[in-house]
């Protein structure tokens, strides 16, 4: 069985401030994917990342930056110079039809 | 390229009734998953369907279920409505086959009280 954690229920910055959300994860599938997903005020979950088990480098997209680390079973994901519009919640999905209770994320101006 | 599309948009019911909700995939996707996302929670799955055959279900009773059509539309039903099904329901298209490692493409939910 697939189980997530998202130990931050909210989290609150100010603009231009690092945040980390962090998650951790169970599964005993030795091959899987992780994913987060921002769903914004107004509902509509949007796809950010998908990583897949084997592959534990870091990866940089922009602002967003993402720690897999498989022996912690954590997949951490970074907002560099955080921004109000990043304001959302952010959840992870270890597998694609298992998400996590999410992290809501305030960016106050 | 038209994205998902779910109606109605709100919705409300009372405890017993039965209702109806429907989702248009995003073009060429032919797998649908619902989910229920109550208040304050993250999304749970209900069901997937994949060229028209369920393919997974979630922790949910079988007054919930569902359709999938020739253009990989769906909808899902659920019957003898009772008041924990206040949620939004989300429909979530991907391609070309099983979600468990395709990113999925959601709609905007439909938002159901049941009172």
């Known amino acids: 069985a697939q189980k997530v954690t998202q130990a931050q229920t909210e989290i609150s910055v100010v603009e231009k401030e690092d945040v980390t959300l962090d998650c951790v994860y169970e599964?005993?599938?030795?091959?899987?994917?992780l994913f987060w997903y921002k769903q914004p005020p107004s509902g509509e979950l949007v796809f950010l990342i998908r990583?897949?088990?084997?592959?534990?480098q870091n990866e940089i997209s922009g602002r967003y930056s993402w720690n897999f680390q498989k022996s912690t079973s954590s997949f951490n994901f970074t907002i560099t110079a955080s921004q109000v519009v990043d304001s959302a919640v952010y959840f992870c999905?270890?597998?694609?039809?298992?998400f996590g209770s999410g992290t809501q994320l305030t960016v106050l101006p | 390229e038209t994205g998902v599309t779910q109606s109605p948009t709100h919705l409300i019911k009372t405890r017993g009734q039965q209702v109806t909700l429907r989702c248009s995939s995003q073009?060429?996707?032919?797998?649908v998953s619902w989910y229920q996302q109550a208040l304050g929670q993250g999304p749970q799955f209900i069901f997937q369907?994949?060229?028209?055959?369920?393919?997974g279900r979630g922790n949910f009773p079988p007054r919930f279920s569902g359709l999938q059509f020739p253009n990989y539309s769906s909808e899902l039903n659920v019957n003898a409505l009772e008041l924990d099904d206040s949620a939004l329901y989300l429909c979530?298209?991907?391609?070309?086959?099983?979600?468990?490692?395709?990113?999925?493409?959601f709609g905007p939910g439909t938002r159901l009280t049941v009172l």
């Open positions: 990583r897949n088990s084997f592959d534990e």
């Open positions: 599964t005993r599938d030795t091959t899987y994917y």
């Open positions: 369907y994949y060229r028209e055959e369920e393919n």
């Open positions: 073009s060429g996707h032919n797998t």
């Open positions: 999905a270890p597998k694609q039809l298992t």
């Open positions: 979530a298209s991907s391609f070309p086959g099983l979600a468990s490692y395709n990113e999925q493409f």
